[in-house]
């Protein structure tokens, strides 16, 4: 049964889009992930299609895929920047999505094009408030 907005968990210290997808400052770069909304609606995760290191993408292009046994998902970037790094463990583990959203599911490291496009994504607040 999904949760309600009141359950979910969505940390004050993330920024978050309308695609649900959040990101976490470290340093000069962002951590990506799914937002404990989009893992609760999409159910059990059984793979993730993630990009290559070294891979650029402007903000709002389709940068992977998550499937889940009720249905295939677009994520979109919520940044411009160039992928640091990826979860190479999503791929023999695609549950951890569902497990650790925020810590030990996060999907691709980022550095962005410009930080204050960072900042200019949705507070928690805002975001629950768009759910």
């Known amino acids: 049964m999904a949760k309600t907005v009141a359950e979910l ?50 903000a709002g292009d389709e940068f992977g895929e998550v499937e889940s046994i009720k249905s295939v998902n677009k994520l979109f970037m919520p940044v411009a920047g ?4 990826v979860n190479g463990e999503l791929a023999d583990t695609p549950t951890l999505l569902n497990a650790s959203c925020y810590e030990k599911g996060w999907l691709i490291k980022v550095k962005p ?19």
Do not use: C
Not at 27 to 48: K, N, T
Not at 82 to 85: F, L, P, Q, R
Not at 113 to 131: I, N, Q
């Open 9 to 58: 968990n969505l940390p004050a210290s993330l920024k978050y889009t309308d695609e649900h997808i959040w990101a976490r400052v470290e340093g000069d770069e962002i951590v990506v992930g799914v937002s404990d909304y989009a893992q609760d609606q999409l159910g059990e995760v059984v793979y993730v299609d993630l990009p290559s290191e070294g891979d650029s993408f402007g």
């Open 82 to 85: 160039e992928v640091t790094a």
């Open 113 to 131: 094009e410009d930080m204050a496009a960072v900042d200019a994504l949705m507070s928690a607040d805002a975001y629950k408030a768009t759910l």
